[in-house]
């Protein structure tokens, strides 16, 4: 019975693994590599200065092997770079590049929607302030390069330039279908 | 050998359970409900109107035990609502509450960040317009209620009023060490 449960578990894993990396979709192909619960906790950690095995290792609780295998997968995808520390030259630090520091408002959103839905009783338990005007960071939709500010039920879907035909016909399909608020 | 595999995996599996959801931390407890693959996925096509099981099915390509097992997931933690459909009330129409619908935010982050890192060549397989206006909606990072766009190098991050006393120590070490661009 455990074995029958470890079987299956193995092939919904492989399966979701084949999947997700063709699909025509920058959401899908985005989890594919950081959509994995320690994955975007590391690149919080890496955000906030992290940047030791031993301290990542520490400061999130996690297993050595996951987090070994979990650094060499984003480090593969350029989402952290390795280099030797300037005191130890056998001790690494991984810093997020370019890429990676870009994933910062993707973690933002995550942690708001926390924030506003799961945390609401207890408030916050971490905020971003502007340094220079010491206000406080919120996430807005905008539209154009004015940047007015968009109605959530303003939204309109529509295939871009990436778009593969089945695309095409799905984002047709969804224009008048799209449900952004309840 | 696969067995032991399969162990190790059943064993990660629980691993990661435990520990997030007891986390001072916005970004691991909502992980904890859709940082996973395919239910962020099931909530993008919920977004575009999908509503039945047997749409949700072929437009994701997911095994139905899977889509049983995230749909009642996500209607447990208030996310999808379930109702007999009007014209057949042998058949259920999933719909995405308030809750549901502010993951948004989040979908178009990780999407418009998969754009710009992953699908760059091809271009955007989908964009979202403002209905009005037509023009192209966008994330901004603003400070109050003016709405002035922040510069991510002048982000400070402090603890807020849910922080457990952990998370304050954690968020006054991180203030000088933060890393918001490369």
Redesign the interface.
């Known amino acids: 019975m455990?074995?029958l449960?470890?079987?299956l578990?193995?092939r919904?894993?492989h399966?979701?693994h084949r999947?997700?990396d063709t699909m025509?979709?920058?959401?899908?192909?985005?989890?594919?590599?950081?959509?994995?619960?320690?994955s975007?906790?590391i690149i919080?950690e890496?955000?906030?200065?992290?940047a030791r095995f031993d301290m990542f290792q520490s400061?999130l609780?996690i297993?050595r092997n996951?987090l070994t295998n979990r650094l060499t997968h984003l480090e593969q995808h350029g989402i952290l770079a390795k280099t030797a520390s300037a005191e130890n030259r056998r001790i690494y630090d991984y810093?997020?590049?370019?890429?990676?520091?870009?994933?910062?408002?993707?973690?933002?959103?995550?942690?708001?929607?926390?924030?506003?839905?799961?945390?609401q009783e207890?408030?916050?338990?971490?905020?971003?302030?502007?340094?220079?005007?010491?206000?406080?960071?919120?996430?807005?939709?905008?539209?154009?390069p004015s940047?007015?500010?968009?109605a959530?039920g303003?939204?309109?879907?529509?295939?871009?330039?990436?778009?593969?035909p089945a695309?095409v016909r799905?984002?047709e399909r969804?224009k008048?279908?799209?449900?952004?608020?309840?």
């Not at 207890?122 to 154009?144: D, N, Y």
């Not at 879907?157 to 990436?162: D, L, N």
């Open positions: 455990k074995l449960y470890a079987t578990l193995i919904l894993f399966m979701k999947s997700l025509n979709c920058s959401l899908a192909r985005t989890l594919e590599i950081v959509g994995e619960w320690w975007l906790l919080r890496a955000l906030w200065g992290t400061r609780g297993a996951i810093r997020l590049t370019e890429k990676g520091s870009d994933l910062f408002t993707s973690i933002l959103a995550i942690m708001q929607w926390g924030d506003r839905w799961i945390h207890q408030g916050p338990p971490i905020q971003f302030f502007e340094k220079s005007s010491g206000k406080e960071v919120r996430q807005l939709l905008v539209a154009g940047g007015r500010r968009v959530i303003n939204l309109d879907i529509r295939p871009g330039p990436g778009a593969e695309t799905r984002a969804a008048d279908e799209v449900r952004t608020g309840s």
